[in-house]
């Protein structure tokens, strides 16, 4: 069954965007440790074995799992021009029925942050979403401190929802985030709240 399906490649102006591979292992191991400072404020406390090849065999038979399944699509961000490995963004917990919607979540690595990478990922994996897999409504969250996260949202099209009160165990405790979203039909307009 895992064969079967199509791996996803999405190709940017800069970036292909695939599921990871295992000789991804020493570059992504490499950037995660250079960017710890950068990222651990704004995520889940990192396992002991977090940065271990045997984690990150198991985070590539999860990938192609849940690609396969159609539960998640995690891709990781290469630049073109160098194969350089820039971070990563999952279109996760993919419901169908009646929902038809997904949740974001993402990371790039502190080299390459500022540089519009994680915009043109979050448009080409929205548009996949919407055009592809047939979804009807992305969703993501960050901290409301994250300006950065916030903004990058907001420039991609998605808009402001509200505060979900303990959304996530972000740095060893509970924490609200602001929610977004993006619809495949949206008509509500610009949103300047929150």
Not at 75 to 93: H, S, W
Not at 122 to 138: K, N, P
């Amino acid at each position: 069954m895992l064969g079967l399906r199509r791996k996803v490649r999405i190709e940017t102006e800069r970036m292909t965007l695939r599921l990871p591979a295992h000789s991804d292992w020493r570059d992504w191991a490499a950037l995660r440790a250079e960017s710890a400072t950068f990222l651990t404020p704004w995520e889940p406390v990192w396992s002991s074995d977090h940065l271990s090849r045997k984690a990150f065999t198991n985070r590539v038979y999860w990938a192609a799992r849940a690609q396969a399944q159609g539960t998640a699509l995690p891709l990781l961000l290469i630049r073109r021009e160098d194969a350089a490995l820039l971070g990563a963004i999952t279109l996760d917990n993919i419901r169908r029925g009646p929902a038809q919607a997904g949740t974001l979540g993402y990371w790039v690595g502190r080299p390459h942050a500022r540089q519009g990478f994680m915009r043109e990922a979050l448009m080409a994996v929205v548009h996949h979403a919407f055009t592809v897999l047939d979804l009807s409504r992305i969703e993501a969250a960050c901290l409301p401190e994250n300006v950065a996260s916030r903004g990058v949202l907001e420039k991609s099209g998605f808009k402001y929802e509200g505060v979900a009160q303990s959304y996530l165990q972000i740095a060893g405790r509970w924490r609200n985030h602001v929610l977004y979203s993006n619809l495949r039909s949206d008509r509500r307009g610009r949103t300047d709240v929150g």
